[in-house]
């Protein structure tokens, strides 16, 4: 079945470390998207990619890189420089250049502070 | 400024009530997207409904049926005879089609919880 796999599904940082979060899709689509979830609110965008290698930041990039070095992979870095990283991490595709389509969402992956 | 404001934190329901969930939205675009999605407690976001502006119909599908007034900026989405699988938290999001990317912006969400 065609969909969007994030890994792992939990994920605990300690104190001046960087941690990576996978998000795989094999729906062919070109467009990715990193969104942050905290309790009571909506989703807020940290960094979308239209096509490989390229991305660009969203509302909330600080603290986070990306890469997308293949279109079916798009893995987001929670950096040290993040000092609130406790959050829901949804990643998302959609295709390109369709604004009328969905975006297609993982399961997420919940990343908590040690 | 684009926005969209679900003014509904939580709403609690009995069994098979009827339950209206409110979208209202801020858009200078004269084309735009309105969505809603289900997000489960599981986490991810089932994708719902798809509107365009120019699209004024209202749309049914089994228990649910959205209702979209240009007028009003509104987009509100109910449930008809809910059900406790209904239980989730509901964003309404808005895609512009200004700004050259395919952005998506959600409320803050409405949790809904469905008691037997």
């Known amino acids: 079945d065609g969909g969007i796999t994030q890994s792992p599904k939990y994920l605990f940082r300690k104190e001046g470390q960087n941690v990576t979060l996978s998000c795989e899709q094999n729906?062919?689509?070109?467009?990715m998207y990193w969104y942050r979830q905290d309790p009571g609110q909506g989703l807020r965008l940290i960094y979308y990619?239209?096509?490989?290698?390229?991305?660009q930041k969203g509302d909330i990039a600080e603290g986070y890189s990306v890469s997308r070095e293949k279109k079916e992979s798009f893995p987001l870095t929670v950096t040290s420089a993040q000092k609130n990283p406790t959050a829901f991490y949804l990643c998302?595709?959609?295709?390109?250049?369709?604004?009328?389509?969905?975006?297609?969402f993982g399961d997420g992956t919940r990343l908590s502070i040690l | 400024a684009q926005k969209v404001t679900q003014a509904q934190t939580e709403i609690s329901v009995v069994e098979k009530e009827d339950v209206t969930l409110d979208c209202v939205y801020e858009?200078?675009?004269?084309?735009?997207?309105l969505f809603w999605y289900k997000q489960p407690p599981s986490g991810e976001l089932v994708f719902l409904i798809r509107?365009?502006?120019?699209?004024?119909q209202n749309e049914i599908s089994g228990r649910y049926s959205w209702n979209f007034q240009k007028s009003t900026s509104s987009f509100n989405f109910t449930i008809t005879a809910s059900q406790v699988v209904d239980s989730a938290v509901y964003f309404c999001?808005?895609?512009?089609?200004?700004?050259?990317?395919?952005?998506?912006?959600f409320g803050a969400g409405t949790r809904l919880a469905v008691h037997p």
């Open positions: 858009t200078r675009d004269t084309t735009y997207y």
């Open positions: 729906l062919n689509h070109d467009a």
């Open positions: 999001a808005l895609r512009p089609t200004s700004g050259g990317y395919n952005k998506l912006i």
């Open positions: 998302a595709s959609s295709i390109y250049l369709r604004v009328n389509q969905p975006q297609h």
């Open positions: 509107r365009n502006s120019f699209d004024e």
């Open positions: 990619s239209q096509i490989v290698n390229d991305f």
